[in-house]
């Protein structure tokens, strides 16, 4: 005898990916699968006073007999989930909802399963679409504009008796009154602050130009009125301050020392030149690929507008915030009682997820595929910038999965070429400043 399992049609529920199986499964089967897998736990069950496998069956069963039914159940509700799936050849995204019935037929159980489906995508005309192609040429002004900054972030400072100028370093005490009183965070020793470096307000950074060590000042101050603490936002407070030290900054010349700072055994300075420009072609290179592929994105959710579902949004929003957290840890930061919701990660989320789905379908259907020397590529990249890159080389090639950034680099890159072949593309110079983020 056949165990009676009937599922009605599949039907649109709630959105567009959203779809629902009503189910109806027959009691007298699920009696006959609790009694089985009762039957089986019998054999291995230990209970004090009898031998295992000796257990009699009821006490077995009022023992374990609502986990089994329990299972029983979910078995029959996801073989005819399972088969109605097959046969409607639906890709599933994500787990089902199961909701149980209440209006059941004498002799069975009815189930409701709703889940999503994975959108049907074919890929849009994308020859309409206008990307700006960013170039830039490194030269010895580049180079020289690197070094600058790698000196200013070796910079040593050394008292001096003059009045304080801009980029110089104070170290002072300072107390914050308003209306007379101390207010919290507005008080400090030993403070550390350069003369135009952002760090505080601009009315407080203001004052400390031409100061020397032993000065005391009183002044007001007005914070902004989006000021972060909302107690201060648009207040007039008052600072006592006093200077104990003003320092010039030093910075190192481009010497053989600086170039043996920067990896150069020998320092020889115009290999360090050399290695800088290398280093900085790398850097331009990604970064000017960055941009491009940003638009490439963008061109590509603006020509296919999808809706996504939702159980794989949320999937990679837990994987974002899981990420963040484990970022923050390596950090240092102690993230104990500290939430990382992954809420604050929908909208990004998202945007990764449509992407996925439409370079997915994209590769597919240009036979856009990554091939294996391509991969070594990226993993040759990777590995020019340690001082072995054989050996990291072979670190990435001995477990596949370690390849699979290099893979999805790969695969990015398939889908840039094939979108700026078929794009209107005009290149535009940038500014180095501009790219490297170093924009006033």
């Known amino acids: 005898m056949t165990d009676k399992v009937t599922t009605d049609a599949v039907i649109e529920a709630g959105s567009a990916l959203e779809r629902r199986i009503e189910m109806t499964v027959a009691l007298a089967g699920i009696d006959r699968d609790v009694e089985q897998r009762l039957k089986q736990m019998s054999r291995t069950v230990k209970m004090a006073g009898f031998r295992p496998g000796k257990v009699p069956m009821k006490i077995v069963a009022q023992q374990y007999g609502s986990q089994a039914r329990s299972e029983a159940i979910g078995a029959a509700v996801e073989k005819a989930y399972g088969e109605k799936v097959r046969e409607q050849n639906l890709r599933v995204a994500g787990y089902p909802r199961i909701e149980p019935k209440a209006d059941n037929s004498p002799g069975m159980l009815g189930f409701t399963a709703v889940f999503e489906v994975y959108p049907e995508i074919k890929p849009a005309d994308i020859s309409g679409q206008a990307i700006e192609k960013p170039t830039l040429t490194v030269t010895e002004a580049e180079v020289d504009k690197t070094l600058d900054v790698l000196r200013k972030q070796r910079t040593t400072y050394a008292e001096t008796d003059r009045g304080a100028m801009k980029e110089d370093r104070l170290v002072i005490d300072f107390v914050g009154r308003r209306d007379g009183e101390e207010f919290p965070g507005g008080k400090a020793s030993d403070f550390a602050v350069m003369v135009g470096g952002g760090q505080m307000l601009p009315d407080f950074e203001a004052q400390l130009e031409g100061l020397k060590a032993g000065d005391k000042k009183i002044f007001d101050v007005t914070f902004p009125a ?215």
Do not use: C
């Open 226 to 440: 989006d000021y972060q603490t909302t107690e201060l936002a648009g207040a007039t407070v008052q600072f006592d301050l006093s200077v104990k030290k003003v320092e010039a900054p030093h910075l190192p010349e481009i010497d053989a020392d600086f170039a043996r700072q920067l990896g150069v055994a020998d320092g020889d300075v115009e290999k360090m030149r050399v290695e800088v420009r290398s280093n900085l072609e790398r850097e331009v290179k990604k970064r000017l690929l960055a941009k491009v592929k940003e638009q490439v994105m963008e061109a590509l959710l603006k020509v296919n507008p999808i809706e996504v579902p939702k159980a794989l949004v949320e999937m990679e929003s837990q994987q974002m915030a899981e990420a963040a957290r484990k970022d923050m840890e390596s950090r240092g930061m102690a993230m104990k009682n500290i939430p990382v919701e992954a809420s604050w990660f929908g909208e990004q989320a998202t945007r990764r997820v449509k992407l996925g789905l439409l370079l997915a379908e994209l590769v597919k259907a240009r036979d856009l595929h990554v091939k294996p020397e391509q991969v070594r590529t990226i993993v040759d990249e990777f590995a020019e910038t340690f001082e072995d890159p054989k050996e990291v080389v072979r670190w990435y090639y001995s477990q596949p999965q370690r390849l699979a950034e290099a893979e999805a680099l790969a695969l990015e890159n398939n889908v840039v070429d094939w979108v700026l072949a078929n794009t209107q593309v005009s290149e535009t110079p940038i500014a180095f400043d501009a790219l490297m983020g170093n924009a006033a």
